[in-house]
């Protein structure tokens, strides 16, 4: 019999590690109609999959991670053709999920009637964030589960996202059911979240697609949100954060501190020796949790504020954040 919710949350059970073959899909598509939850790998980042129609399964999600529930859920989808029936579906979605899918890019649309996402998925918004992944176990899973998966990143809310499953199980185990073991995900930053429900494409989150290639192929300037309103994962001032404090554009460490490098030169651990942006990014939250356990705060060099290096600057800017 699968584990239920309440069993989950009440830690009564090591989260299971499901091998990324077709048994293990299998299994955790079955979870997953069940109701439990089950972490997976996208290209980006290790996501916590429930069912997106399942109030409860979500609920679980947010009790999971300690998330708040102001905060909305990205929605997983096989293809363009599942996506267009939960969300409205003008022009210029067509085109960039035609350009980008499957990728790391997520599209905030607005829901469709009958479109049967739970509410918490939402976070009560009319607009739901949808996106489809390129990891080829993602795409299996989402196959084989039928279902819309919301699956925020499988980490506890606020602390370093996870790259491997490793790193969801030091965060979440025996907190979720299983997790989908397909070794270390690419791209290794979250996706790049655009607004496409007012009268101009908005950049929401900067993420592993980067915000010019977006504006090339539109031929236009992403607008930037001017409020403080939370529409999109990601948004939280502080998140993406280490136990430790971190120090941003340091040209060295203090004499507590652990330096994460980037570039050539010396440091206790390098984002990309050779100052890669697509490294570094692939690399960011490994390198985090690395020296997070080592218990010292962390000092990090300059990264150019130019293509990814603009949403490695992001996650490293919350990490930095003063903590709530």
């Known amino acids: 019999m699968a584990p239920t919710l309440s069993d989950v949350s009440q830690n009564s059970a090591p989260t299971r590690r499901l091998a990324a073959d077709s048994a293990g899909i299998a299994e955790a598509a079955r979870l997953l109609r069940s109701g439990a939850l089950v972490a997976f790998p996208t290209e980006t980042v290790y996501g916590l999959g429930g069912d997106a129609r399942r109030g409860e399964a979500v609920a679980g999600i947010y009790a999971a991670k300690g998330r708040p529930s102001f905060n909305p859920l990205i929605a997983h989808v096989p293809d363009a053709d599942a996506a267009r029936r939960i969300v409205e579906w003008p022009d210029i979605a067509e085109a960039l999920a035609s350009a980008f899918w499957p990728g790391p890019l997520t599209l905030v649309l607005p829901l469709r009637p009958g479109h049967g996402i739970a509410g918490l998925t939402t976070a009560g918004l009319d607009t739901l964030a949808v996106r489809v992944p390129a990891h080829p176990a993602a795409q299996a899973l989402l196959s084989a589960a039928g279902t819309p998966l919301a699956a925020p990143s499988a980490n506890p809310s606020g602390r370093i996202s996870p790259t491997t499953a490793d790193h969801v199980l030091a965060g979440l185990d025996g907190r979720i059911a299983a997790v989908l073991d397909a070794g270390p995900t690419t791209v290794g930053l979250e996706s790049t979240i655009v607004g496409l429900d ?127």
Do not use: M, W
């Not at 502080?238 to 980037?262: C, I, K, M, Q, W």
């Not at 300059?302 to 603009?310: F, H, I, K, S």
């Open 198 to 324: 007012g009268p101009t494409p908005t950049l929401l989150r900067p993420g592993g697609l980067a915000a010019e290639d977006i504006e090339a192929h539109l031929g236009q300037t992403l607008a930037r949100p001017d409020g403080a309103a939370i529409t999109a994962p990601g948004q939280l001032t502080s998140h993406y954060a280490p136990e430790g404090a971190v120090r941003l554009n340091a040209d060295a460490a203090e004499a507590t501190e652990l330096y994460l490098g980037f570039g050539p030169g010396p440091c206790d651990l390098s984002l990309s020796p050779t100052g890669d942006l697509a490294e570094a990014a692939a690399r960011l939250f490994d390198c985090l949790h690395q020296l997070d356990s080592r218990k010292r705060p962390i000092a990090v060099a300059p990264v150019p504020d130019t293509g990814l290096g603009r949403a490695i600057n992001d996650r490293l800017s919350r990490a930095a954040a003063p903590r709530a």
